[in-house]
């Protein structure tokens, strides 16, 4: 007797769904501890602090990137299970727009601290906060009405995801003085007058950033456990 190997459009969608928040977690929380080790005053040079913080960058694509492609996957993934029926030109506007986001990303990283990275960081901007009214809208009027998305585990799922996006525009508002107080810190050296502003500043931003850890690991929880 042998059993049959086979495997379905959706599970593969399902499989890099799990991949991409892998790398999406996965790298962010290695930004999280090179950011960490940047603060660490006493414990390294400027030089390989600012050599961390180039790292830091470098692997900051990654979760970049995992995000944007997480946009378009979600929705196939949703038209595909049946969970919510989808015409083939949203699929494929979801996809263009991912496309978009993507190619942002990578752009503003390949040309930093360039006047075409600016306004690559704008347009990102304003596509983050369309998704985030996107999001957010959908899952209320989910929770509400118990349509488009029926499922009250999925609807919570899609508010969690606009939430995710309006805490990482707080993440790029906080983190917005760090660029010229990094200026003054290359400038003038490290000194309390330069390092303290600066670490408060940091701190700011890092409350936000274990708000989108929560919400990640929330949406991770409502995805597999499907407790409604």
């Known amino acids: 007797m042998t059993d049959e190997f086979s495997v379905g459009y959706y599970q593969i969608l399902v ?3 799990l991949l991409l928040f892998v790398f999406w977690l996965g790298a962010d929380v290695g930004v999280f501890i090179l950011g960490q080790h ?3 005053r006493q414990k390294w040079s400027l030089p390989q602090r600012l050599a961390l913080l180039q790292l830091l960058v470098n692997v900051d694509i990654v979760p970049r990137s995992a995000w944007a492609l997480m946009v378009p996957l979600t929705l196939t993934m ?6 919510w029926e989808l015409p083939i030109w949203g699929i494929g506007l979801a996809w263009i727009i991912g496309g978009i986001w993507l190619w942002l990303v990578w752009d503003a990283h390949i040309h930093d ?3 075409r990275a ?6 990102e901007s304003v596509l983050k906060i369309g ?3 996107f999001y957010l809208g959908l899952g209320i009027v989910s929770l509400v009405n118990g349509a488009p998305l029926a499922p009250l585990w999925l609807a919570t799922k899609a508010l969690m995801f606009g939430l995710i996006f309006a805490a990482a525009i707080m993440i790029d508002v906080a983190f917005k003085p760090v660029g010229p107080m990094l200026g003054t810190l290359i400038s003038e050296g490290s000194s309390d007058a330069t390092e303290i502003p600066l670490r408060r500043t940091m701190d700011r931003t890092r409350v936000w950033v274990w708000v989108v850890y929560a919400l990640l690991l929330g ?5 597999h456990i499907k407790p409604f």
Do not use: C, M, S
């Not at 600016?118 to 347009?123: A, Q």
């Open 15 to 17: 499989f890099l769904h």
């Open 38 to 40: 940047f603060r660490k």
């Open 78 to 83: 949703v038209d595909a299970g049946g969970w």
């Open 113 to 115: 601290q360039t006047e």
């Open 118 to 123: 600016k306004r690559d960081n704008k347009i």
């Open 131 to 133: 998704l985030t009214i």
């Open 219 to 223: 949406t991770a929880f409502f995805g």
